[in-house]
T-cell receptor
Framework: DQQVKQNSPSLSVQEGRISILNCDYTNSMFDYFLWYKKYPAEGPTFLISISSIKDKNEDGRFTVFLNKSAKHLSLHIVPSQPGDSAVYFCAASAKLNQGGKLIFGQGTELSVKP | DSGVTQTPKHLITATGQRVTLRCSPRSGDLSVYWYQQSLDQGLQFLIHYYNGEERAKGNILERFSAQQFPDLHSELNLSSLELGDSALYFC???????????FGPGTRLTVT
């Protein structure tokens, strides 16, 4: 039972354009959502997060949008840069009930072409 | 650099053996989480410790165990190793809010 899904295994974007990575979840108990970036042979790096009481959070080039009714979140990267090429994971937690463990999606590999 | 350290970086061992993976959390973080990343399963939660006490367990095998010591470092013990245990093992730590988790570089375990 996959509670967090990233349906696009890969995404290719031109440098300077917007990258939009999508994530869907099924568990309505999730109250915190996070995006991580991962390079090969390295650990995931925290990028940005959003609480379920908000619908948008912005940090520099990165913006996360949360649509609770659709159980959907997305990460927007504007403008995209070649250094953004990596695997992006969305993750969710239900802190109150599950002690903060993260449930991860399968990841989307982003390739930003110069 | 997340501030979370893990040793060793690579480990190659034979089936049936036992290994210990070590993790030091970021300074001041009381929570340590262990995750396994295999090719077909993605990143899977194993276990969570908070200030020395076990807080939550995921789909952790009975052959696996963990502990967190008074200095807050944690060890993950894997025994009776099987080929299918080959994976990347990550630990993460978080602060008091427990919101964001910061990951170490991982230990790549290869069981031959």
């Amino acid at each position: 039972d996959q509670q967090v899904k990233q349906n696009s295994p890969s995404l290719s974007v031109q440098e300077g354009r917007i990258s939009i990575l999508n994530c869907d979840y099924t568990n309505s108990m999730f109250d915190y959502f996070l995006w991580y970036k991962k390079y090969p042979a390295e650990g995931p790096t925290f990028l940005i997060s959003i609480s379920s009481i908000k619908d948008k959070n912005e940090d520099g080039r990165f913006t996360v949008f949360l649509n609770k009714s659709a159980k959907h979140l997305s990460l927007h990267i504007v403008p995209s840069q070649p250094g953004d090429s990596a695997v992006y994971f969305c993750a969710a937690s239900a802190k109150l009930n599950q002690g903060g463990k993260l449930i991860f999606g399968q990841g989307t590999e982003l390739s930003v072409k110069p | 650099d997340s501030g979370v350290t893990q040793t060793p970086k690579h480990l190659i061992t034979a089936t049936g053996q036992r290994v210990t993976l070590r993790c030091s959390p970021r300074s001041g973080d009381l929570s340590v989480y262990w995750y396994q990343q295999s090719l077909d399963q993605g990143l899977q939660f194993l276990i969570h410790y908070y200030n020395g006490e076990e807080r939550a367990k995921g789909n952790i095998l009975e052959r696996f165990s963990a502990q967190q010591f008074p200095d807050l470092h944690s060890e993950l013990n894997l025994s009776s190793l099987e080929l299918g245990d080959s994976a990347l093992y990550f630990c993460a730590s978080s602060g008091i809010t427990g919101a964001e988790q910061y990951f170490g570089p991982g230990t790549r375990l290869t069981v031959t």
